[in-house]
């Protein structure tokens, strides 16, 4: 049979094995999130250096780049592939690695009982923030009270204020105006930096706490959850909530939203890979010098810690776009009820 001949139109009338391979491989990587290339790169990295310690029998990598020279052909083909499945599995489980750094440990038995005590870990360090944050600011108070009187501050908003603080009932008699004066004092403002500062801190490590009802048994958890719990226009749905509401949003808003929440992706699969790669290292480096060995597994275990953080740091990223786009979703919808 002939061969077909090319169209008019300058198309080839059968593709090629090239553009066959290049539209497979095209539609894999576009299946893959730009935050799981980085935790699947660490895997692939951290199990290939693993790997070479031990042929060693040495942490070192001596060797390393000469043996990659020149076998680069066999490396390269072996790698890509590797990095692309390693990617597609920390993809697959980004979703549960946020779920579960959040708290949701919904097996039951060990799973169960070391929720709820790492809930009452969580609700006893809130109760500590709490008594400090108290005792601290009942102090600074008491210190800058003379200043704020000498400034011509209202005594009688001074007493509101420290009755707030003491956490009783404000004196009677208090007009609205002072009332609204008490609760508008930055009273703080009137110490010195670094006692200010302090305060600032424990206020906002207070801050990332929810009521004690609803205390979660982590610091990622609990981040999140307050502003699950300050979120206005849910409709009871919170996981569905950016979905029903994008078009609501700003465009930079949204590019911010994006933009947070692969990196709370990103950093908290890569948590649980270089967690996973630390009893790897103990365990493939168990025949060599304790300092070698627990050295490395020390490496993944501070970049472990160190992803922990970074995603806490994205989380409150990624909660201020929600509580930004909840509020546009507040303003288009009064907005729609007082159209005429």
Avoid at 42 to 71: P, Q
Avoid at 127 to 150: C, G, I, N, Q, Y
Avoid at 197 to 226: E, H, K, W
Avoid at 241 to 262: C, E, G, P, W
Wanted: glycine share 6%; proline share 4%; with cysteine.
């Amino acid at each position: 049979m002939a061969s077909p001949e090319p169209t008019d139109r300058g198309e080839p009338a059968v593709a090629g094995e090239p553009e066959s391979l290049s539209a497979f491989v095209a539609r894999v990587l576009n299946q893959l999130s730009l935050s799981a290339w980085l935790p699947g790169a660490v895997l692939i990295v951290g199990t290939a250096s693993l790997a070479w310690f031990r042929h060693l029998h040495s942490v070192s990598l001596d060797g390393a780049g000469a043996y990659v020279g020149a076998n680069w052909v066999p490396v390269l083909v072996l790698a890509i592939p590797a990095v692309v499945v390693a990617t597609l599995l920390t993809q697959a489980f980004s979703f549960e690695a946020i779920r579960t750094l959040e708290g949701y440990w919904r097996r039951r038995g060990p799973a169960t009982w070391l929720r709820s005590g790492a809930i009452r870990l969580q609700s006893a360090r809130r109760r500590s923030l709490d008594k400090r944050f108290s005792k601290t600011a009942e102090r600074l108070f008491t210190k800058v009270r003379p200043e704020l009187l000498r400034r011509g501050i209202d005594g009688t908003v001074l007493l509101a204020v420290e009755a707030d603080l003491a956490g009783a009932r404000r004196p009677q008699g208090l007009s609205q105006e002072q009332h609204d004066k008490a609760n508008d004092l930055k009273w703080w403002a009137a110490s010195e930096p670094w006692d200010a500062a302090t305060l600032l801190r424990l206020q906002r490590d207070l801050n990332d706490f929810p009521a004690a009802s609803r205390v979660m048994p982590t610091r990622l958890g609990n981040v999140i959850r307050v502003t699950e719990d300050r979120l206005k226009n849910t409709g009871g749905d919170i996981e569905g909530f950016v979905m029903r509401n994008r078009h609501k949003a700003s465009t930079r808003v949204l590019i911010q939203h994006d933009q947070f929440r692969t990196r709370l992706d990103m950093y908290c699969t890569l948590f649980f890979v270089a967690a996973l790669l630390v009893p790897a290292a103990v365990f493939t480096l168990w025949d060599q010098a304790a300092l070698g060995r627990f050295g490395v597994a020390a490496i993944f275990a501070a970049v472990a810690s160190a992803s922990y953080g970074a995603a806490i740091s994205s989380a409150r990223g990624y909660c201020a776009t929600l509580l930004q786009i909840d509020a546009m979703a507040a303003d288009n919808t009064g907005a729609a009820t007082h159209a005429p």
